[in-house]
């Protein structure tokens, strides 16, 4: 959270909707070889954005970059679980951000089941934990 001389906090919330990106991902080994388009729709806080008082773009995040993340983390390895998938993406994206918290919905457009319905999905919340440890020692 960024702190302003006036007393203001600003905490800056990125979000990414509708990114579309084929994948090989499923439980059966037909869905993994032939492949299916995935939705992704993530949002993250991004720590000390000093982009909400410089307006200079080398300070705040390249939605560019986190798509490119995300999209390396869902077409590099095959994954059984929409779960798994979305756990490794919201991992990879608190890890180069330092976020505090992520939220990752994946889901399939077109699932195969035999009946008719629109999408599956799974949403997967990351939350850091402080360490209960170090305030113990301290």
């Not at 059966?28 to 307006?55: H, K, N, W």
Request: some cysteine.
């Amino acid at each position: 959270m960024e702190v302003h001389g006036n007393g203001i906090e600003s905490r800056v919330e990125v979000e990414l909707r509708g990114l579309s990106i084929y994948t090989h991902h499923g439980v059966s080994e037909a869905e993994r070889e032939v492949g299916q388009r995935l939705e992704f729709d993530i949002s993250f806080d991004v720590p000390d954005c000093d982009a909400v008082l410089t307006d200079r773009i080398e300070d705040t995040v390249d939605y560019g970059e986190a798509c490119d993340i995300v999209a390396l983390a869902a077409t590099e390895r095959s994954y059984r679980t929409l779960e798994r998938l979305a756990q490794v993406v919201g991992e990879r994206l608190m890890e180069r951000y330092g976020c505090e918290s992520a939220r990752v919905r994946a889901s399939k457009p077109e699932p195969p089941l035999p009946l008719a319905i629109q999408e599956v999905a799974v949403e997967v919340v990351h939350e850091r934990v402080e360490d209960e440890a170090s305030d113990e020692d301290e």
